[in-house]
């Protein structure tokens, strides 16, 4: 059984929105930092936010300060990533983890990713 699944990828227009959930178990939820990380064709898997287990302070990449908004909403179990003012560079595909340690780079689970597209 999946403890990680991704949802709200998609096709859309540069300078456009898109919101992405990611599903966890309880467990999970509640024990992780959770974040999120991308890959474009060809390229690594890059860091891109991350909340803390109490949701109280957040981290981000510098390319998408002030353009994407990680949080969690504790009802549902699941984290969420609101991207604004998307550009062409951010498509990718989408990972959701749960990261033991942003420090020392412990990603503990992974998602199964949902695909980003932006068109210019």
């Known amino acids: 059984q999946a403890q990680l699944v991704e949802s709200g990828g998609g096709l859309v227009q540069a300078g456009g929105s898109l919101k992405l959930s990611c599903a966890a178990s309880?467990?999970?939820?509640?024990?992780?930092?959770m974040g999120w990380f991308r890959q474009a064709p060809g390229k690594d898997r890059d860091f891109v936010a991350a909340?803390?287990?109490?949701?109280?302070?957040?981290y981000y990449e510098d390319s998408v300060k002030g353009r994407f908004t990680i949080s969690r909403d504790a009802s549902k179990n699941t984290v969420l990533l609101q991207m604004n003012g998307l550009k062409s560079e951010d498509t990718a595909v989408y990972y959701c983890?749960?990261?033991?340690?942003?420090?020392?780079?412990?990603?503990?689970?992974w998602g199964q990713g949902t695909q980003v597209t932006v068109s210019s």
């Open positions: 983890a749960a990261i033991r340690s942003l420090a020392t780079r412990e990603y503990d689970h």
């Open positions: 309880s467990r999970i939820f509640v024990s992780y930092i």
């Open positions: 909340i803390s287990t109490n949701g109280e302070t957040t």
